[in-house]
């Protein structure tokens, strides 16, 4: 087992900006608390701002609070969560999907649901390869009401695409194995180009 390492081809653009002298050295600090280049934290900072006027402004996205989602979590039934899953799976990514200009395809839905992590941080994004098969693997904090959760989200995101792959889940972890037929099609269709997915 081994995991794939995917990395979105992005193009550079060189530009000057004019910061106060505060900001800068605030920049700096950080740069050196999280060992990483000033130039990377700034790109990290201009990108997580247009992700989240995206998805705040035009979608209607709300953070919450770790603690009170557990709880929002705890007092809700296995049945609504799977509901609710199916729903956010099947509507949000599409939605997602289709307002950045992607394609309704399995590079394109895993694409939007590796972006709604990231943004949302309430799970962690992986892939990796098992005998032969592509694995993605999600994992979280947050129990095993948050992962009743996102087997349906997953399980209603492939749908939208006619696939029903094998989920499986634990308290802290869902794995979503794609089958050869599925990944055949994904080669075929040149719907895969190898980048690294960062994930928080």
């Known amino acids: ?74 007092g809700t039934s296995d049945q609504a969560l799977k509901e609710a899953g199916e729903s956010s799976g099947r509507e949000t990514v599409r939605t997602v999907t289709l307002a950045r200009g992607g394609e309704m395809t399995l590079e394109g839905l895993l694409e939007t649901v590796c972006e709604l992590s990231e943004f949302g941080g309430c799970m962690r994004y992986s892939e990796i390869k098992s005998n032969g098969k592509g694995v993605v ?43 050869s037929a599925m990944e055949e099609s994904r080669h075929a269709k040149d719907e895969l180009t190898p980048r690294k997915r960062e994930v928080p």
């Open 1 to 74: 087992m081994f995991e794939i390492e995917r990395e979105r081809q992005k193009r550079i653009a060189s530009a000057t900006f004019r910061i106060s002298e505060r900001v800068y050295h605030a920049l700096q600090k950080e740069a050196e608390k999280q060992d990483t280049s000033l130039n990377t934290l700034v790109n990290q900072v201009f990108d997580a701002h247009v992700s989240d006027r995206i998805f705040l402004e035009r979608l209607d996205f709300l953070r919450v609070n770790k603690l009170t989602f557990r709880r929002i979590l705890e």
């Open 137 to 179: 693997v999600l994992t979280h904090d947050l129990g095993p009401k948050w992962s009743i959760f996102i087997g349906s989200f997953m399980g209603a995101v492939f749908k939208l695409i006619g696939c029903e792959p094998e989920i499986t889940s634990d308290d802290d972890c869902v794995v979503v194995e794609i089958n």
